[in-house]
């Protein structure tokens, strides 16, 4: 539809704007709509049937807790939907790294069906971007350890795509054959 086609470039356009200057933590330092336009993509890919909507939030899906944007003015531009679709998916900033990475382990399977759409997306674009731009700063361990932590969310997950799914597992194997002695 004309108008879910609109919301939706609106939507990347505002991610840009709002992310703008922002890059990827990896060595080429891509410029983070690449990633924003990623999860979307795969998002959209996994779909059975439409849902602008989600396709929506995956784009703003890092404005909240990225770009300072709030939960009400994603309410505002686009819908209470698309608010809480992406709040759903907001770390809590406030808590130290090490704890919010627990609890996404822990609030994994609390998930809307939707919201784990993007939890799986966002993570299967990470580790991507891991094989191909990781941190120069990260060695194989640093690697590894991201592989498993991602692992363990997304095994927790209730109802995951299995279209992503399998995408998951093939990235994840990427990381084995990328480490296995040559
Ligand atoms: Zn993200």
Known sequence: M???LDAILRAAHFAAEKHAGQRRKGKAGEPYINHLLEVAQLVSS?????????VIAA???DTIEDAGVTKEELAERFSSDVASLVMEVTDDKSLPKPERKRLQVVN???KSVRAQFIKLADKISNMRSVLSSPPV???DE??????E?????VSRLSSPSPVLMAEFERTYKRFDELAAPR
């Open 59 to 61: 784009l703003l899906h």
């Open 137 to 139: 700063h990260w060695d």
């Open 2 to 4: 004309v108008e879910d």
């Open 108 to 110: 994994a399977p609390k």
């Open 149 to 153: 932590w991602a692992k363990e969310v």
């Open 46 to 54: 996994a779909l059975t049937e439409p849902d602008a909507n989600l």
């Open 142 to 147: 640093r690697k590894q350890r991201y592989f």
